[in-house]
C-alpha cells in the first residue's frame, strides 16, 4: 500500500508475474514491538512502487491481516548491476503513541467499557473484547499506546492488533484484547516439519554468578563486617 493506502504491489514468492521478496522476518515481543524486515529485488516494476510511510500487509497464521509501515528503505547495489531494497516496517499501532489522551479516569469499569473509550478520536476501534473483571484506570496526557499498555497490565491479557482489507483498501484496525486462559501457548515442533528456520539467542549480560553481601559490624572484632559466606543453603 502507498501512503493513501493504495494497493500498488502484490509481493508473491510463488508468482512469476509479482515482485518477490526473500529473507522476510518478523519479529514479536509480547505485547510490545512488532518488525518486519525484507529484502525486495528491484528487477519487477512494482518494486519501485515501493516508498517509505507506505504499508505493507501480511497474513498471519489465523488467516488475519497485520499492517505494517514502512520506516525505512535501504537500496543495495550489487558489483554486477543488480539492485535489491532492504525493507524495514514498525507494526502500525505504532501510530498511537503519536495521539495524546488529555484525561481518562475509568472507576470500576471492566475492558468493554475501558478499551473503546481508550481508542476513541484515533483509527482504530475495539474488536473481540475478553474479560469481565472489575478495575479502576487513570489516564492523564499520555499516549493511546501508553495508556494501552497500562490497560493490558490492569487486565492481565494480552492485545491483538489486525486489519481488514475490503476491495484493496484499508477498511479497519481493530484491536482485540485477549484473557490468558485463550491466549494461543505454543505447539511442540521439529526442524523442517513446519518451519523455514529457527534462532535462539542466549544473552547473559546480565547473569551474576557471584553475590557479595555485607551487613553491620561484628561486636568486637576490629572492623569486621557481617556476610553470608559460611551460609549453607538448603
Known sequence: FNRDEELVAVLDQQNKNTATFFGGRIKKVLNGEQVLTCTVPMNHPDAEKIEEMGYIAVKNKYR?????????????????????????????FVELDNVIIEYQFHDRKTPLVVLPALLA???????????????????????????????RERWGGELKYRVEIVGNKIAKRIIDFQMPQTIFKGKRFEYSEDMLEIERTVDARNVKTAFYGYGPEIENSGGLLMDFADIEWS
Open 121 to 151: 478520536g484515533t483509527r482504530w476501534e475495539a474488536g473481540n473484547i475478553q474479560g469481565s473483571e472489575i478495575h479502576d484506570i487513570t489516564v492523564r496526557r499520555e499516549s493511546v499506546l501508553s495508556a494501552l499498555q497500562t490497560f
Open 64 to 92: 488475519q491481516w497485520e499492517l505494517f509501515e514502512i520506516t525505512e528503505i535501504v537500496d543495495v547495489h550489487s558489483g554486477i548491476g543488480e539492485i535489491e531494497r532492504d525493507i524495514t516496517a514498525e507494526g502500525a
